[in-house]
């Protein structure tokens, strides 16, 4: 969703200009996050659609002189929102494109799903779809001992906690929670 949304300009400059000799890896389960994430947004975003159309109705019902000024700049608001929304429809189905011609998939195995259960790096349970995340890299990571790695998120409030970074670190893997920092590695 960063992506789609243009959050970090930087991201998109490191993916459109990566060396040859960069792999970048993701595992298939993201691809339903961003999903889930895509849902979250358009569902926010038709809401607030829904809201503004009942104040346009309340304004047009009020015989005050401001009334109409409100409802008029109302109705601007909602066109260009719609506008909008449109665009971030058009930016997601960009961004998996531009993705899908970047990345590798990695998928997850079943027993990769269980250890995430049975024994969690991230503990509380809402971070159970984070920790899977986690152990499809961990696992992929292992199988590439000799190589350099790094894993980028910039859901630093899961990804940056200690755990995680041990994790990462055990299996020979750099964590990077902001673009800068994941670029002069990159350069060194």
Not at 57 to 84: G, T
Not at 99 to 126: C, G
Not at 130 to 159: G, M, P, W
Request: proline share 4%; glycine share 2%; hydrophobic share 35%.
């Amino acid at each position: 969703m960063s992506l789609a949304q243009k959050r970090n300009p930087a991201i998109e400059s490191l993916l459109s200009n990566l060396p040859h000799d960069v792999q970048l890896i993701l595992p298939s389960i993201c691809y339903m996050e961003a999903l889930f994430a895509f849902q979250q947004d358009k569902k926010r975003r038709n809401e607030f659609d829904r809201d503004l159309a009942i104040e346009i109705h309340e304004a047009s019902r009020r015989n005050l002189r401001i009334s109409q000024l409100v409802m008029n700049d109302l109705k601007q608001s909602q066109e260009r929102y719609d506008v909008l929304s449109q665009q971030l429809d058009t930016e997601f189905i960009e961004a998996l494109i531009f993705l899908a011609s970047r990345l590798t998939l990695i998928h997850p195995q079943p027993d990769t799903l269980i250890t995430t259960l049975v024994e969690p790096k991230l503990k509380k349970f809402t971070e159970k779809r984070d920790d899977f995340i986690l152990r499809c890299i961990v696992e992929h990571a292992q199988n590439y001992s000799s190589e350099r790695k790094a894993f980028f998120s910039e859901n630093t409030k899961q990804f940056g906690r200690q755990p995680v970074r041990e994790a990462c670190r055990e299996v020979g893997i750099t964590y990077f929670g902001n673009v800068e920092n994941l670029q002069g590695w990159l350069r060194s």
